[in-house]
């Protein structure tokens, strides 16, 4: 019998009830657990935890029993916040309600109260995980939550600490009038900040705010605290509101300003780009501890609005909340988008790992296997930009040609339109969803050793590198889709081998995705000569996936899920970023996160003191690598053109333009469906464009009359230059910023 009760103990133990996912890991985080520590504890991978976390997989007995039992536990010491769950797909007939916001004004010297969002925005469920800061200890920042009293929140409480980065990422400070700075957090968390100086800030940070996140990758490192000042937090510290032009110009707080000498006196540092708009102030390692803040001052123009839109005129609560979503998902900024989008690169795959110990027992630093290494790399002669040390030899005002310099980059290509479409009523533009990202996942690029130089190589399309090839000879009016030829009108489509869509006419550079799309176009190739790195890998796939899921889960709060038909998406993705402003800033903060990371793999030369033929400082980084952007761009632009290609063979649908991943359509109705032909089973045709939220898919980015086309070709058009309708498209307008393509 009691064989029959051990059998039915297990079968119960097997179903277990656990938390969710972003659940488990705020209870372990709450109490400072590592991922180490619980897997030690329960016999398995830290990686297996981290998949339980992240709801990748589900534990199964007899661990599943313990953890369940550690859960409970951990649930009674740190009990959760209630949150609002987040929003449906829109309904038609019921559109989202409007609440009334509660913020409203208040009398000069009250003191504000943080809400975990503002009242009429939900809160992403992402949120939910670190919401609930444990109550303050003797040993922790005083902290309150809304409707807490100040004398409350200065009251030690008996409970347990919350852990290392119990705190969050970031606090958004911000002072009244009778200068109490107080922070804003994750979640709705308050904290009043005791800090007088900026040094004493720095210190306050460090020791005892609990700011910070975890690292994102074993051998990685744990994330700075960042500190974001208002304006009146900047006057509190000695800082001024606005930056002088002067200053505004050189990008830093001028030499001799009192707070500098504060932080030298304090023994603080910053490093070479000063205290700026973002500032580093860190000491020294010691026995391998790091003591840095990272800070950002909005009123300096540290959140540019092509990036960040409209969060640098947020008030504090509000701010903490999109910049606290974008660090929970991305990670916490370190700078612009484009600097914060090659930092998490290194944070995804350091450089380093440790190794293993040696005959004394002491572990060292070693390189680490499929990253970029700690040195930077020279181009080869091809890849690098003008200017660079590599080309001093090069003539004075000598220009590059396609048979000198690798020219992979985005299209920008248009035709006129043909008889046929001017007698269509619509020009219908749809867009590809987070390209570059796309393009980066599973591209196998160069690692840490420098290329090699080959003459009449062998084409290989599984090595790296760039390739003197003549692709002249590829016929775009017969090519080979699948496995089988067909003919097509050549004329109406751009030629994938340039970004300005002409034909090639002799032998260029190209790095290796775009030959091996001639080969696949059914051509032979026969390279003349290449620069080639045997050592390769998928470096960017982990930073994909990292920006995918950002944005998709930031869509799936703006109401737009993965698993909506074409109908549906294109009904949900009406006035998608009105239902929440605030999110709508992260979504953008994270395209950009992603566009600017490829870009800052080729960042140029800037200011007028640098000459051409000398070094600047970006060629310093390992992360200084045209070959990887050039891949990238290689694999969006070929990506783009299957696709097209896919639906004029199957449609005879032509683009009329095409920028960077937005292509224009002639059609006789005003949506994409007009363009894309969905079956009834919801499928489209094989390999081409489809609607919906995950990248590479598309969505609908606007639709002009047929006329406006002809307007505005005549209008722009000039010295038989034709007009980009793309960049047009979504707007109409010609004064309106580019679309970002």
């Known amino acids: 019998?009691?064989?029959?009760?051990?059998?039915?103990?297990?079968?119960?133990?097997?179903?277990?009830?656990?938390?969710?996912?972003?659940?488990?890991?705020?209870?372990?985080?709450?109490?400072?657990?590592?991922?180490?520590?619980?897997?030690?504890?329960?016999?398995?991978?830290?990686?297996?935890?981290?998949?339980?976390?992240?709801?990748?997989?589900?534990?199964?007995?007899?661990?599943?029993?313990?953890?369940?039992?550690?859960?409970?536990?951990?649930?009674?010491?740190?009990?959760?916040?209630?949150?609002?769950?987040?929003?449906?797909?829109?309904?038609?007939?019921?559109?989202?309600?409007?609440?009334?916001?509660?913020?409203g004004p208040r009398p000069a010297g009250a003191k504000a109260t943080a809400t975990p969002a503002p009242a009429h925005f939900p809160v992403p469920a992402s949120e939910a995980e670190d919401a609930a800061p444990a109550p303050a200890s003797a040993s922790s920042p005083a902290s309150r939550r809304p409707g807490a009293s100040k004398a409350a929140a200065r009251t030690p409480s008996a409970g347990p600490a919350h852990g290392q980065h119990g705190h969050g990422p970031l606090l958004v400070l911000d002072a009244d009038a009778d200068g109490q700075v107080t922070g804003y957090g994750v979640g709705g968390l308050l904290l009043d900040v005791p800090a007088k100086s900026l040094p004493a800030l720095v210190e306050w940070a460090l020791s005892e705010a609990q700011l910070g996140a975890e690292r994102l990758h074993g051998s990685g490192r744990d994330a700075d605290p960042l500190l974001v000042l208002t304006t009146s937090a900047c006057e509190r510290y000695?800082?001024?509101?606005?930056?002088?032009?002067?200053?505004?110009?050189?990008?830093?707080?001028?030499?001799?300003?009192?707070?500098?000498?504060?932080?030298?006196?304090?023994?603080?540092?910053?490093?070479?780009?000063?205290?700026?708009?973002?500032?580093?102030?860190?000491?020294?390692?010691?026995?391998?501890?790091?003591?840095?803040?990272?800070?950002?001052?909005?009123?300096?123009?540290?959140?540019?609005?092509?990036?960040?839109?409209?969060?640098?005129?947020?008030?504090?609560?509000?701010?903490?909340?999109?910049?606290?979503?974008?660090?929970?998902?991305?990670?916490?900024?370190?700078?612009?988008?484009?600097?914060?989008?090659?930092?998490?690169?290194?944070?995804?795959?350091?450089?380093?790992?440790?190794?293993?110990?040696?005959?004394?027992?002491?572990?060292?630093?070693?390189?680490?296997?499929?990253?970029?290494?700690?040195?930077?790399?020279?181009?080869?002669?091809?890849?690098?930009?003008?200017?660079?040390?590599?080309?001093?030899?090069?003539?004075?005002?000598?220009?590059?040609?396609?048979?000198?310099?690798?020219?992979?980059?985005?299209?920008?290509?248009?035709?006129?339109?043909?008889?046929?479409?001017?007698?269509?009523?619509?020009?219908?533009?749809?867009?590809?969803?987070?390209?570059?990202?796309?393009?980066?996942?599973?591209?196998?690029?160069?690692?840490?050793?420098?290329?090699?130089?080959?003459?009449?190589?062998?084409?290989d399309p599984a090595v790296p590198g760039s390739w003197l090839v003549d692709l002249s000879h590829v016929d775009p009016s017969r090519v080979k889709i699948g496995k089988q030829w067909r003919d097509l009108d050549g004329d109406l489509l751009p030629s994938a081998f340039t970004p300005s869509g002409e034909r090639p006419t002799g032998p260029a550079w190209y790095a290796t995705p775009t030959v091996a799309y001639a080969v696949e176009l059914g051509y032979d190739v026969a390279p003349v000569e290449g620069w080639l790195r045997p050592e390769s890998g998928r470096y960017l796939d982990g930073w994909y996936k990292r920006l995918r899921d950002a944005y998709v889960a930031t869509m799936a709060d703006l109401g737009v899920g993965e698993k909506l038909g074409p109908r549906e998406f294109l009904q949900a993705m009406d006035c998608y970023k009105q239902r929440d402003p605030e999110l709508a800033l992260v979504l953008d903060a994270v395209k950009m996160t992603v566009k600017g990371g490829i870009g800052k793999l080729q960042e140029k030369a800037r200011g007028g003191g640098w000459k051409p033929g000398h070094a600047w400082p970006a060629l310093a980084r390992p992360t200084w690598r045209p070959d990887i952007r050039a891949a990238v761009i290689s694999r969006a632009r070929i990506n783009m053109h299957r696709k097209m290609l896919n639906l004029a063979a199957a449609t005879g649908r032509y683009p009329i333009a095409v920028l960077s991943d937005c292509a224009v359509y002639a059609a006789d109705g005003p949506s994409p469906l007009d363009v894309l032909p969905y079956g009834a089973d919801g499928k489209t045709v094989a390999g081409s464009f489809r609607l919906g939220v995950s990248p590479g898919m598309v969505k609908h980015e606007g639709t002009q009359s047929v006329l406006w086309g002809a307007k505005k070709s005549e209008e722009l058009g000039a010295d038989g230059h034709i007009a980009n309708l793309a960049r047009y498209i979504k707007t109409g307008r010609a004064d309106s910023p580019d679309t970002g393509k």
């Open 1 to 103: 019998m009691s064989e029959l009760f051990d059998a039915v103990d297990a079968l119960i133990a097997s179903r277990s009830p656990l938390p969710p996912p972003a659940e488990r890991r705020r209870l372990r985080q709450a109490h400072a657990l590592t991922l180490d520590e619980v897997a030690a504890a329960l016999d398995v991978r830290r990686a297996t935890i981290g998949g339980w976390e992240s709801g990748k997989a589900e534990p199964r007995p007899p661990q599943r029993e313990a953890y369940a039992r550690m859960l409970a536990q951990l649930a009674l010491l740190y009990p959760a916040m209630e949150t609002t769950a987040p929003i449906a797909a829109p309904q038609p007939e019921a559109p989202a309600p409007e609440a009334s916001d509660t913020t």
């Open 238 to 459: 000695g800082l001024p509101a606005q930056l002088p032009e002067a200053a505004r110009l050189a990008g830093r707080l001028p030499e001799g300003h009192k707070v500098l000498g504060q932080l030298e006196r304090a023994e603080w540092q910053l490093t070479k780009r000063g205290l700026g708009p973002w500032a580093r102030i860190y000491r020294p390692a010691q026995g391998g501890r790091r003591s840095c803040v990272q800070l950002c001052i909005p009123s300096w123009h540290a959140l540019d609005d092509r990036a960040w839109g409209h969060a640098a005129q947020l008030g504090p609560a509000e701010l903490a909340r999109v910049l606290g979503v974008y660090a929970q998902r991305v990670v916490t900024p370190v700078g612009t988008t484009a600097v914060t989008g090659l930092h998490l690169m290194t944070a995804l795959n350091p450089p380093t790992r440790a190794s293993e110990p040696d005959a004394a027992g002491k572990r060292h630093r070693e390189l680490r296997p499929g990253s970029l290494g700690t040195e930077a790399l020279d181009p080869a002669p091809c890849e690098a930009t003008d200017g660079h040390p590599v080309l001093a030899d090069l003539p004075r005002f000598h220009v590059r040609g396609p048979g000198e310099k690798l020219m992979e980059e985005a299209y920008d290509w248009a035709r006129e339109m043909t008889d046929a479409e001017c007698m269509q009523h619509f020009l219908v533009g749809i867009d590809v969803n987070l390209a570059f990202g796309a393009a980066a996942n599973g591209a196998v690029v160069g690692l840490a050793t420098p290329p090699v130089h080959v003459v009449r190589p062998a084409f």
